[in-house]
């Protein structure tokens, strides 16, 4: 038997010095929290060697995933003062028009205005 490179005659030592050393009281302790702290030890490195195997298999499936390829959208684009202060206006008259874009507002203020020529 060859624990950590100790055989039996020195592991009978040992224990001989730590009985003389701690007392036949205080060891049964002093075993039960090494084999605690051994066991957490083990528990800790097997969840550590658990999350490194995950992390490495999400690395090898995204390298071999195929990519995908997509293109940005067009940013949107500023509004022009005089833009911004017609859909201000409109805003405060009609809240639905405020959703609609510049162009149907241009189209909307000139019908409006061709129908009050025509009322004239």
Do not use: H, Y
């Amino acid at each position: 038997m060859n624990v950590f490179g100790i055989g039996l005659p020195e592991m009978a030592l040992i224990l001989v010095l730590a009985l003389l050393v701690f007392g036949p009281k205080k060891l049964p302790e002093i075993g039960r929290s090494m084999g605690k702290a051994i066991k957490g030890f083990q528990d800790a490195s097997r969840e550590f060697e658990e999350e490194f195997k995950k992390e490495a298999e999400n690395i090898e499936k995204t390298v071999k995933s195929p990519m995908k390829a997509s293109l940005e959208p067009d940013p949107p684009k500023a509004l022009s003062p005089q833009d911004a202060a017609a859909r201000a206006e409109v805003t405060k008259a009609e809240p639905e028009a405020a959703e609609a874009p510049a162009e149907t507002l241009d189209a909307q203020e000139t019908s409006a205005a061709e129908e009050q020529a025509v009322e004239s």
